[in-house]
Structures are given as structure tokens and as C-alpha cells.
């Protein structure tokens, strides 16, 4: 295959993540708008150009007042930060369809590399469209920390409210543009 550009299907996508809560569960949500620029040979991404750029806004715990605190300056501030983004820098193939791949990632003002692994899931063409479509999953983990996202509330049992890793997972169905 050659590189081509692939057009993100938010409809068939996600970006998800979850978060332990008061040391004895986790908290998960997604963001509904994200978009995603990728230019890549699917079979072989060693070579891929990954953009995507996350509309903070957007994001969907199914508690609205939750929702609303993580949108304050508590936490995202997206009055002043109103979106992520994330630029791949390097992409390293680790097995059949898996990759570990490394990007920076610009949130909250801080921007810093971060390492997912990515697989390819596989090509099929859409009887919908005829259009030839790409699956890719992705999982990784950012600490709040590292972007100065430190708000907490200490438990009297000990430890803290929120965690600091938060578990992101990543689920994209694009379309090969014309």
C-alpha cells in the first residue's frame, strides 16, 4: 500500500478514558468532538503523520456537574486551554499491526511527548459507501501531573478523590479520502 490520507468517521469513533475516584473505583468518560489528520500507509505505520486536536468542551462523564468541574480551572480551564492536541514524533513497530507510538502532547498549556500503543486493527470496504476504511485502537496513560492538573481532596481514610494516571483508549475508523 502507499500513504494516503485518512478522514476520521466520528460516528464509528471514540476517544475514552477512565480515572480511579476515591481510591476504590474508577470514573470513565469520552470527549464527543475530536478531529484527527492521519496520513499513513494503514499496513505500515512507521512512517505515519498523526494529528489530533480534542475539543476539552465536549467531554461527557454522564454527570453533568462533574462535567462542569472538569471544564473549570479546577481542572481543563477551557476558558484559557479549550482543547488537546497531539503530533506524532515517532513511531516504532513493535509486532505484527502494533506500534508504540510517541507524540507531543499540548494540554493545558504544557506540552510533552506521550507513548501509546497502537494497533491496527484492519482494512474493509464500506457496503454502506464503497469507500475503503481503516480500524485503529490506541491505549496509553497520562498523569494529570505532568500538566499541572493537580486539584484534589484528601479522604479521611487516607489517599486522595482523583487519581493521577488517567487510562486513555482510543478507538478510529477512518475513511481512505479520494
Known amino acids: 500500500m502507499t500513504i494516503s490520507r485518512w478522514i476520521v468517521d466520528p460516528a464509528h469513533s471514540n476517544i475514552d478514558f477512565?480515572?480511579?475516584h476515591m481510591m476504590i473505583s474508577r470514573v470513565?468518560?469520552?470527549?464527543k468532538n475530536f478531529n484527527a489528520s492521519i496520513e499513513a500507509d494503514p499496513t505500515d505505520l512507521t512512517?505515519?503523520?498523526?494529528?489530533?486536536?480534542?475539543?476539552l468542551a465536549s467531554i461527557d462523564t454522564r454527570n453533568s456537574d462533574r462535567d462542569?468541574?472538569?471544564?473549570?480551572?479546577?481542572?481543563?480551564?477551557?476558558?484559557?486551554?479549550?482543547t488537546l492536541t497531539f503530533r506524532t514524533t515517532n513511531i516504532h513497530k513493535k509486532g505484527d499491526g502494533?506500534?508504540?507510538v510517541t507524540g507531543d502532547v499540548n494540554f493545558?498549556?504544557?506540552?510533552?511527548p506521550e507513548t501509546?500503543?497502537?494497533?491496527?486493527?484492519?482494512?474493509a470496504k464500506d457496503p454502506m459507501s464503497g469507500k475503503e476504511k481503516a480500524g485503529f485502537s490506541a491505549n496509553g496513560v497520562i498523569k494529570r501531573s505532568d500538566y499541572n492538573l493537580t486539584w484534589n481532596a484528601p479522604l479521611e481514610t487516607g489517599g486522595v478523590l482523583v487519581g493521577d494516571d488517567v487510562k486513555v483508549?482510543?478507538?478510529i475508523e477512518a475513511a481512505k479520502e479520494d
Open 108 to 112: 493545558h498549556g504544557v506540552t510533552r
Open 98 to 100: 502494533e506500534y508504540e
Open 28 to 31: 470513565r468518560g469520552a470527549f
Open 116 to 123: 501509546f500503543t497502537v494497533v491496527f486493527e484492519g482494512l
Open 47 to 55: 512512517t505515519a503523520k498523526i494529528q489530533v486536536e480534542i475539543d
Open 169 to 171: 483508549a482510543i478507538y
Open 18 to 20: 477512565s480515572v480511579r
Open 68 to 82: 462542569q468541574h472538569l471544564k473549570s480551572a479546577d481542572f481543563f480551564d477551557i476558558e484559557k486551554y479549550p
